[in-house]
């Protein structure tokens, strides 16, 4: 038995690790070592740090007489461990010509094959329940920084005059997008969170029941059509739709509209991961903020789901994950028009939650502790994935969280109202 779960391991710790470097195949080495804003790591250093987390907490800890690649590693690729010891600033990642892209090829050869190693020839380490939860933990945060590695080079590449392809644009993304109509959840309790023998981030537990009114969601994601009217209509100038803290911000844009957005001789275009295009009306928008979200929903007479609200309308509409939905395994990076209900994949969904524990929230033990405990302030949460997103790191109760103005990821609108 035990035999056979690592045999599992290695093959899905190969395969994970590869679709980090297969998403890297069309970058120029230049492409590796930009860092735009803050926001926007090198994608070399996603590809070192996530290297650095396998080696640092698992081969370090289990492997007998394992030498660490460069000792040096743990100063360039700690993201924000405190317990780990200092770090480049993550404003700094940019400045560091060295280690190159290829010394960082290597350093990945090299903890894979000292990785897959340990998992062959001591595989009893698998009952150990720190150990087994280490590794898993490694493998679902290098899913996150492949998301994090398509969403970066996006900004990267979209912030080039040149406004460089990354990937051929598939056929089968054009059509028109149907009318929204509403599905409606009668008032109860609900439980919400992880509940089972899975994986799931301790941001997800404890299990627990809520009570939420009589409400409906929107059965699609909100079009780039239906924002244009919303800015059309002067969205972006009309203080009475905005938050206070959002209708500064919304003040300060160069250009009133989603990020990517460009207007050239009164038609509007955006930059999509196929290169710059005119604006397709029928496709989901994205790369919105919260406030802009919010203004929207505003603007509509309508509002933005809870958290809760969103759980409860996915777990009633899906057993699970859909085949239909649009995740970075299609290849597509760029959201569809509806093909379905969209509450997996597209877009992450702005909710109206602002990120907090949950009732008895088990933080992780350690320095895993510092995953997610510790950013549970002025952060609002997102659900359901993203065309970025990898198809088996996704679930109903998963809990993304952004700030408030941030955009550069795949963030849309599905709206919502009380009954």
């Not at 994970?16 to 070399?44: A, G, H």
């Not at 370090?60 to 460069?70: E, S």
């Not at 089972?196 to 981030?201: L, N, P, Q, S």
């Not at 919105?288 to 789901?305: Q, T, V």
């Amino acid at each position: 038995m035990i035999a056979t779960v690592a045999t599992n391991l290695r093959e899905r710790f190969k395969t994970i690790r590869q679709q980090t470097e297969t998403l890297c195949q069309p970058l120029q080495t230049e492409d590796f070592v930009v860092q735009p804003i803050v926001d926007v790591s090198p994608p070399k250093w996603h590809l070192g740090h996530t290297t650095w987390f396998f080696e640092n907490f698992l081969l370090v800890k289990y492997a007998n007489n394992y030498q660490p690649f460069n000792l040096d590693y743990n100063y360039f690729f700690n993201s924000y461990y405190e317990s780990q010891g200092p770090r480049v600033l993550r404003s700094n990642r940019g400045n560091m010509t060295r280690p190159s892209v290829a010394d960082i090829f290597r350093y990945r050869k090299h903890v894979n094959e000292h990785l897959e190693n340990l998992l062959e020839t001591k595989e009893q380490l698998l009952e150990n329940e720190e150990f087994a939860l280490t590794l898993e933990v490694g493998l679902q945060h290098e899913q996150q920084h492949q998301e994090l590695l398509v969403t970066d080079l996006k900004y990267i590449l979209g912030n080039n005059p040149l406004f460089p392809m990354y990937h051929e644009k598939k056929a089968g993304m054009a059509g028109e997008t149907r009318l929204a109509g509403w599905r409606e959840f009668e008032n109860g309790l609900h439980e919400i969170g992880h509940r089972g023998d899975g994986f799931c981030w301790d941001n997800e537990l404890t299990a627990h029941q809520v009570f939420l009114e009589d409400f409906a969601v929107q059965d699609r994601l909100v079009t780039n059509g239906e924002y244009l009217e919303f800015m059309q209509d002067g969205g972006y100038g009309r203080h009475e739709f905005w938050l206070m803290e959002g209708w500064e911000w919304a003040k300060t844009l160069e250009e009133k509209a989603p990020l990517y957005w460009y207007k050239i001789e009164g038609e509007w275009w955006n930059y999509t991961l196929h290169g710059f295009e005119k604006l397709n009306p029928h496709l989901p928008v994205t790369h919105l903020s919260y406030f802009e979200a919010d203004a929207f929903a505003n603007w509509k007479g309508l509002r933005l789901p809870t958290e809760f609200e969103w759980e409860i309308a996915c777990k009633l509409t899906h057993s699970s994950v859909p085949a239909e939905a649009n995740f970075v395994e299609e290849r597509l990076f760029h959201p569809t028009v509806a093909n379905g209900t969209q509450l997996f994949g597209d877009a992450w969904e702005w909710t109206a939650s602002a990120y907090l524990p949950y009732p008895r929230y088990p933080r992780f033990k350690g320095a895993l502790g510092e995953y997610n405990g510790k950013f549970m302030v002025n952060q609002m949460v997102l659900r359901g994935g993203s065309v970025a997103t990898p198809r088996s790191h996704i679930r109903a109760t998963y809990r993304n969280f952004f700030h408030t103005d941030k955009r550069w990821q795949f963030t849309g609108i599905r709206l919502a109202k009380s009954l």
